[in-house]
């Protein structure tokens, strides 16, 4: 029978089928943070249990830490007591444990693949939405809640049933200045956030083929936001190359012996999907979203479409455009912001400085705009010296804050004002997500380069 790339990930790790309902499924990498372990670790006291793997378990924090002066206690006191939560545990049951300070320290979604936590063919989760990110490798990976978190740092196990199967196929050239993440949003902009629901996507095709690693991990990060359970991308030269060597990976005959099984990992000739979907890279422009959910996003040059055009409720529509202030058949260039935020598991790794860096080279940023660049691991901060990008940066007027999921999700001290607009690149646009009251407007980081030097939503292809 011929198979799909998650079919023959998922079936090499189904440990027991129930009959009529979920597989149990066997994890091979668990990482963990500081917000969603510490409940689960307590259940697990509270039955007298231990972590049944502690060498297939990875901590770092990330979520409640600042982004400026980590070497001072943490003011925040529920913050404070979760950071040391993860600190404890991690000795107490003998897991690996990155916390503020330490080398390898940032975004758990930026430091699984760095050091090789994250391999083709195995299995991922993470009590964080945004684990689809390790996908890019040709992984398994979603993200779970707090019970389960304690069930697989128990048992390495998940109840789960199959999701069903989906493929995205992108071919041709994308056009100048159109990066991963534009489409990423673009793809949630024709399927809407609910369009890929009960789906594992396969991205397929020359624009995913052509991307780097970093590139496709922006993309399958943004699974989620289309309903997805994860996507994934079959792993090749360029995967192989960017995991040999690193901390965690196969060495020696264990790394040959790897390849042999990595290089069949790949959708098999005439397997089947449940849906498919076919779009061309010549269609993609720069995007940006206009409303509250990563769905409602368009390309750069147009208008806001009217209530009569979009995919999805009349009701919603209205409250969003009211929320954010603006109205249908609005033109998206050229309104002033007041935030911009590079940095998140999405858009928080070392091409997406070189690209920022590619835009204000040469230029100032403009003066009604606060700026946060959040390098997502303190390996990335260090390429940005090593590569001279900090000073073009600095140059420009803009400052580089320390690791972190900062002005993401405000659980942390990242928050931007109510009624303030920011472009941002992370990873969603609800109501109050960047901060209560706030308005985000995702983007990519050329796109957020763009409107730090002008100070309005700027065409990048126009400086």
Same mark, same amino acid.
């Given at each position: ?5 998650? *079919? ?20 091979? @990498? ?14 697990? +006291?509270? @039955? ?13 924090? *990330? ?12 003011? %925040? ?30 975004? #758990?979604?930026? #430091?699984?693949? $760095? ?8 299995t991922i989760v993470c009590g964080d939405s945004h684990t689809s990110t390790h996908g890019a490798f040709g992984a398994i990976a979603f993200g779970i809640g707090t019970s389960e978190v304690e069930m697989v740092l128990a048992s390495q196990c998940i109840m789960q049933s199959k999701p069903k199967k989906l493929r995205i196929t992108i071919n041709g050239k994308l056009n100048k200045f159109v990066t991963p993440k534009d489409v990423g949003l673009y793809i949630i902009s024709q399927l809407t956030t609910s369009g890929a629901t009960g789906y594992f996507v396969e ?10 690693? $970093? ?20 792993? *090749? &030269? ?5 995991? +040999? ?8 005959? %264990? ?18 999907? %449940? ?40 009701? &919603?529509? $209205?409250? &969003? ?13 050229? +309104? ?12 928080? @790794? ?40 900090? &000073? ?21 001290? %990242? ?17 109050? @997500? ?30």
């Open positions: 029978m011929n198979k799909t790339l998650f *079919d023959k990930v998922w079936d090499a790790h189904v440990v027991q089928k129930i009959t009529d309902g979920p597989d149990v499924f066997f994890i091979d @990498r668990h990482l963990i943070h500081e917000v969603t372990s510490p409940v689960a670790f307590l259940g697990l +006291k509270k @039955r007298g249990l231990s972590v049944l793997y502690p060498e297939r378990t990875f901590a770092t924090a *990330d979520h409640n830490t600042p982004t400026i002066n980590q070497h001072l206690p943490i003011k %925040d006191p529920l913050s404070a007591n979760q950071l040391q939560a993860l600190e404890d545990n991690s000795n107490e049951y003998g897991i690996i444990h990155w916390g503020l300070g330490h080398k390898n320290n940032g975004i #758990v979604h930026v #430091v699984g693949p $760095e050091h090789g936590i994250t391999l083709p063919g195995v991205y397929a095709g020359e624009v995913f083929e052509d991307m780097t690693m $970093e590139g496709r991990m922006t993309v399958c990060n943004l699974s989620i936001e289309m309903g997805a359970r994860g996507g994934m991308i079959a792993p *090749d &030269s360029k995967t192989f190359d960017y995991i +040999k060597g690193r901390e965690f990976t196969p060495k020696g005959k %264990d790394w040959d012996a790897a390849m042999t099984y990595w290089k069949t990992l790949k959708t098999d000739d005439n397997a089947v999907f %449940d849906k498919e979907y076919i779009f061309n890279a010549s269609d993609i422009e720069p995007m940006i979203t206009y409303g509250t959910n990563p769905g409602m996003g368009m390309g750069i040059t147009q208008q806001i479409p009217s209530e009569n055009a979009i995919k999805g409720g009349k009701t &919603s529509y $209205e409250k &969003s455009l009211n929320y954010m202030g603006f109205d249908q058949n609005d033109a998206m260039i050229g +309104k002033k912001i007041d935030y911009v935020f590079l940095g998140s598991c999405t858009n928080g @790794r070392i091409e997406d400085f070189r690209a920022f860096a590619s835009i204000v080279k040469g230029k100032k940023k403009a003066e009604n705009v606060t700026a946060w660049l959040v390098p997502g691991s303190h390996i990335v901060e260090n390429q940005i010296k090593e590569e001279g990008l900090l &000073s073009i940066i600095t140059d420009a007027g803009f400052e580089l804050r320390q690791p972190g999921c900062s002005a993401c999700l405000a659980m942390n001290d %990242d928050k931007v004002p109510a009624g303030k607009y920011a472009v941002s690149t992370s990873n969603r646009n609800f109501e109050g @997500r960047q901060g209560q009251g706030s308005r985000t407007l995702l983007a990519s980081p050329i796109v957020v380069a763009a409107a730090a030097i002008t100070g309005v939503i700027t065409d990048p292809r126009d400086l």
